[in-house]
C-alpha cells in the first residue's frame, strides 16, 4: 500500500512494548508520535514526533497523536510510556511544522477516536482547539465516514476530520489543490 508513515494505536501495545520493538524493523515507513514519551522505555529514539514530506515542492508535514493508554492497556503493556495532553502537543507540533519548517500543509495522524459522549480528547475537539492542523486523519473508534466532515478551528479556519473505519475496509483519498 505504500505507506508514508503510521501512527501508534493502542493495539500496537497488545504483545508489550518490547513486542512492538521486535515488530518495528518489518515497517518501510516511519511510525510517527507527538504525545507519548518513550523516556526509559525499549522505544526510547525509534518513534519521530513528526515527518516533512515534500511533494513536488509542497512540503507536507505530518505528525501522530496517541490515546491515553492508562485505564484502556494494562500498565506492564506499556510501562513506563508517558501521555501528554494531545491538544497541548497537537498546537506546538503544528506551529512548529507550519511556521519553523515552512509546511505548505499539516496533518494530524490521530488515534484519539472521533467523538465521545463526556470531554474525553478526540479528534472534533482536536479540529476545534487547534490553529494550524489542515487534515486530521483519524482511528479508534472504527468510524466509517463517506466523506472528510468539516470543523472551524480555533483561529477560524477549515480543518478536515476523516475516518475509514478499520482493517482496511475502506480507503479514504483526499485531494488538497494548493
Not at 465516514?145 to 468539516?150: A, D, G, H, I, N
Request: hydrophobic share 40%; proline share 3%; aromatic share 12%.
Amino acid at each position: 500500500m505504500k505507506y508514508d508513515a503510521s501512527t501508534l494505536g493502542n493495539h500496537d501495545f497488545d504483545a508489550g512494548i518490547e513486542g512492538f520493538v521486535i515488530q518495528l524493523p518489518h515497517a518501510s515507513f516511519p511510525f510517527l508520535n507527538s504525545n507519548y514519551d518513550f523516556t526509559d522505555t525499549a522505544m526510547e529514539g525509534k518513534i519521530q514526533k513528526h515527518k516533512v514530506f515534500s511533494f513536488d515542492g509542497i512540503k507536507v508535514g505530518v505528525f501522530g497523536l496517541g490515546i491515553e493508554l492508562q485505564g484502556l492497556v494494562p500498565k506492564d503493556l506499556f510501562r513506563n510510556v508517558r501521555y501528554n495532553d494531545p491538544v497541548a502537543v497537537a498546537n506546538k507540533t503544528a506551529q512548529h511544522l507550519k511556521y519553523e519548517l515552512d509546511c505548505n500543509l499539516v496533518i494530524c495522524l490521530s488515534h484519539l477516536g472521533f467523538k465521545y459522549e463526556d470531554n474525553k480528547v478526540s479528534d472534533v475537539i482536536l479540529a476545534k482547539q487547534s490553529a494550524d492542523i489542515d487534515l486530521i486523519l483519524g482511528g479508534h473508534t472504527h468510524t466509517f465516514f463517506t466523506k472528510p466532515e468539516e470543523y472551524q478551528n480555533s483561529a477560524g479556519a477549515k480543518v478536515l476530520v476523516n475516518q475509514v473505519g478499520w482493517a482496511g475496509i475502506y480507503l479514504g483519498q483526499i485531494d488538497f489543490f494548493l
